[in-house]
Nanobody
């Protein structure tokens, strides 16, 4: 059993900042990539940012220069620092972790429960 618990969402004004956290726990041997996705109403889930176990990162064009993904491997936690927030960033954000369970040879993707981010004046 693996659980990803998200926190940090909320309501902010345009130009404000939020920091999302996602902690993985349970039966874990190791974690490869971790990522943040978002899904607006009526749209497909979109990759926002991803980070490898070594710290390499990738971002969606829409958030480059504003968002920063990071991770603490000792805590099995991934973060998303969101600055200069825009109303278009409003939606539910989901974290993911590609986890190798004990005694397994392949990774499995696990998802957080989602956290709401609302940017409005």
């Amino acid at each position: 059993q693996v659980q990803l618990v998200e926190s940090g969402g909320g309501l902010v004004q345009p130009g404000g900042s939020l920091r999302l956290s996602c902690a993985a726990s349970g039966s874990i041997f190791s974690i490869n990539a971790m990522a943040w996705y978002r899904q607006a109403p009526g749209k497909q889930r979109e990759l926002v940012a991803a980070i490898t176990s070594a710290g390499s990162t990738n971002y969606a064009d829409s958030v480059k220069g504003r968002f920063t993904i990071s991770r603490d491997n000792a805590k099995n936690t991934v973060y998303l620092q969101m600055n200069s927030l825009k109303p278009e960033d409003t939606t539910v954000y989901y974290c993911s972790a590609d986890i190798i369970p004990p005694n397994a040879r392949v990774t499995r993707r696990y998802w957080g429960q989602g956290t709401q981010v609302t940017v409005s004046s």
